[in-house]
């Protein structure tokens, strides 16, 4: 069993930028995180492997950047530039799959951390 602790969501204006925290219980192969807005189904924000390879959304790409501590068993996501369409509760993925993919695992998931962007 995994357990997630996220932190840093919040409200911020348009061009703003936050930092998100997601504290693990032990290490695992990939950590990351997902997003889902009212509406929309939940999707891909970025991943981070223990080698530290990432792989990031289009959306985000060049605005978003994922780092990890592996000593803290820690990842955080840097966000800059946000904009409205950012807004979205920011869950938090831990798995033994790059990507989640319930398919082939049972993938852990944090508890949500919402991310408001004002225009």
């Known amino acids: 069993q995994v357990q997630l602790v996220e932190s840093g969501g919040g409200l911020v204006q348009a061009g703003g930028s936050l930092r998100l925290s997601c504290a693990a219980s032990?290490?695992?192969?990939?950590m990351g995180w997902y997003r889902q807005a009212p509406g929309k189904q939940r999707e891909l924000v970025a991943v981070?492997?223990?080698?530290?390879?990432?792989k990031y959304a289009d959306s985000v790409k060049g605005r978003f950047t994922i780092s990890r501590d592996n000593a803290k068993i820690t990842i955080y996501l840097q966000m800059n530039s946000l904009a409205p369409e950012d807004t979205a509760v920011y869950y938090c993925?831990?798995?033994?799959?790059?990507?989640?993919?319930?398919?082939?695992?049972?993938?852990?998931w944090g508890q949500g951390t919402q991310v408001t962007v004002s225009s």
């Open positions: 032990r290490i695992i192969f990939s």
């Open positions: 993925y831990a798995g033994i799959t790059l990507v989640a993919d319930m398919a082939r695992s049972s993938p852990y």
């Open positions: 981070i492997t223990s080698g530290g390879s990432t």
